[in-house]
């Protein structure tokens, strides 16, 4: 029987590749044949722009955290096989003020998502939180099993973090005993600097094997493939980014297993022989582009 895992991928500190963590490891597990939702839960809508989709007033999880719609009714399909996600908009900006008027408001996104993560019909639902340690990013963090926090190899990163982890810790010491830590992943590498080197080094020390061996370098068309609408893994497959990427989806499904298939053996994932594919109305790159 599959087990849905709620994951949210959230660092109140903003640039750290968090939106594109979200959009191109949704992207590149759905490549995989799992089932993939994602919940934008930033007023930025970033990860809804990313994934092919224009924000839309109503359809969001806002209204459903209101009482006002059903979850199943805000459900968007992308373009992609395997691949879902419920939008942001413009009104979710609201939602710090609203939902700290609700009572039990710390439930509120645990209670939407319940339906959907009753049914089965997932194996992950990725929270894309925004950017604050307010009242949206704890309601999200009592929702989930656990928090995956990018982060770039530079001091000022490392505060962050150590906010992060230390939200962590409160949340589970009272609204939500089960959760964890999911790890850390650095994103937009530099891997001649010396500085980087430094920091990945201080993160593994202190948090051993919560810190994702998969790192995720600097990349041209990971820039560019937002401004798409498309992910990095289908826009241009071949690329570092995307390669990258598609690497971590399998860490990532290693540490957080839905369901036992023959893609595993043991806790090693055996990667595939070929990337995914583009869909066939996706953008193709164009001739002569290497990732950088």
Known sequence: ????????????KGGVG??????????????????????????????TLGLGLEKQAGTSIYPVLLGQ?????????????NLNVIPSEVDLAGAEIQLGGLENWQQAIRNALAPVRESGAFDYIILDCPPSLGIVMTSALVATDGVLIPIQAEYLAMDGLALITRSIEMVRSGLNPALSLNGIVFTMINSQARLTTDVMEEVRNHFGDKVYETTIPRNVRVSEAPSMGVPVVFLDPRSKGAEAYKAFAWEFMAK?????????????????????????????AGEGVVGA
């Open 18 to 47: 968090k939106t594109t963590t979200v959009v191109n490891l949704a992207a590149a597990l759905s490549a995989r044949k799992r089932q993939v939702l994602v919940v934008d839960l930033d007023p930025q809508a970033h990860a």
């Open 256 to 284: 957080n297993p839905t369901r036992v298939t023959n893609e595993t053996v043991g806790n090693n994932p055996v990667p595939p022989a070929e990337p995914p594919a583009a869909p066939a109305n996706a953008p193709v």
């Open 69 to 81: 719609r059903q979850i199943a009714d805000v459900i968007q399909p992308t373009k992609w096989s």
């Open 1 to 12: 029987m599959k087990q849905t895992k709620v994951i949210a991928i959230a660092n109140q």
